[in-house]
């Protein structure tokens, strides 16, 4: 059975930071590229963050320079590490994992998501 779990949500005040984890199990984590997407209230889901089974890694320009993916493939976990927090990174949070060559437009797993806001 397939699971991503995320955690280390919660509420901070802006200019804090956060760091979520995401555990995968039931598939062959190491093979697939992950990604982080994530929902405001009223808003379309976005990409945030990705990082390929090489390491490789791309971000959404709201986050560059704030924002850091990473992916333990021994632990089957991915992270993000989120600093400088601002009010609009307010959102749901949710971890995914997609064959690299579909492209993340093609989500096989998604998690059940984690709530982030950011107070001002």
């Known amino acids: 059975q397939v699971r991503l779990v995320e955690s280390g949500g919660g509420s901070i005040q802006a200019g804090g930071s956060l760091r979520l984890s995401c555990a995968a199990s039931g598939y062959s984590y190491s093979r697939y590229c992950m990604g982080w997407f994530r929902q405001a209230p009223g808003k379309e889901r976005e990409g945030v963050a990705t990082?390929?089974?090489?390491?490789?890694?791309t971000y959404a320009d709201s986050v560059k320079g704030r924002f850091t993916i990473s992916r333990d493939n021994a632990k089957n976990t991915l992270y993000l590490q989120m600093n400088s927090l601002k009010p609009e990174d307010t959102a749901m949070y949710y971890c995914?994992?997609?064959?690299?060559?579909?492209?993340?437009?093609?989500?096989?797993?998604w998690g059940q998501g984690t709530q982030v806001t950011v107070s001002s």
């Open positions: 995914a994992s997609y064959r690299c060559y579909l492209g993340r437009d093609r989500v096989d797993y």
């Open positions: 990082i390929d089974s090489d390491g490789r890694t």
